[in-house]
């Protein structure tokens, strides 16, 4: 629960919709099997300018910045400790020839150096896109495959 940045109203985060919807995809995929789910630590960093409103400062557009309200900023979540979780679990399981394919569902450059290891030790990469989110260009470069999927097909796989 944080303060607002205009109001200064409360908002508890743990009751949003979104934080809903994501916690109930993490626990279905986390029941699937074949599925590990390794998770960070989740850290509120405070509040930003969402980027149109940006925009309309810098070109001068909005001059009055008294004028903003709590409509004009998003929160600034970090997740901290995750990569190095997956990383490791790449590693060990290229390294062990546990697996044959490996499905990564990110657009984070930092497994590049993970998913080379696996790749010389056999291991095929699916890269999961999901939704119209960037990814990285050569984390493309180092995955054999790329799943598109848009964000009504991971809802409706994971609703049946």
Do not use: C
């Not at 960093?45 to 409103?53: E, I, Y």
């Not at 960037?134 to 180092?142: F, M, V």
Request: proline share 2%; charged share 30%.
């Amino acid at each position: 629960t944080v303060d607002k940045p205009i109001s200064k109203e409360k908002i508890n985060f743990s009751e949003s919709q979104i934080n809903k919807y994501s916690s109930n995809l993490i626990t279905e995929l986390s029941n699937k099997d074949f599925v590990a789910m390794r998770l960070g630590d989740t850290f509120f960093r405070g509040w930003k300018l969402k980027n149109p409103v940006l925009e309309k400062i810098r070109k001068g557009i909005i001059k009055d910045t008294s004028k903003l309200t709590d409509d004009d900023f998003t929160p600034d979540f970090q997740q901290k400790g995750v990569d190095i979780k997956i990383g490791l679990d790449v590693a060990w399981l290229s390294n062990n020839n546990i697996v044959d394919r490996i499905y990564m569902v990110t657009g984070d450059a930092d497994f590049i150096p993970a998913l080379k290891q696996a790749r010389r030790d056999g291991i095929q990469i699916k890269l999961v896109k999901i939704g119209t989110k960037k990814i990285n260009n050569d984390l493309l470069k180092h995955s054999d495959f790329i799943l598109d999927l848009s964000n009504n097909d991971v809802i409706d796989k994971i609703s049946k």
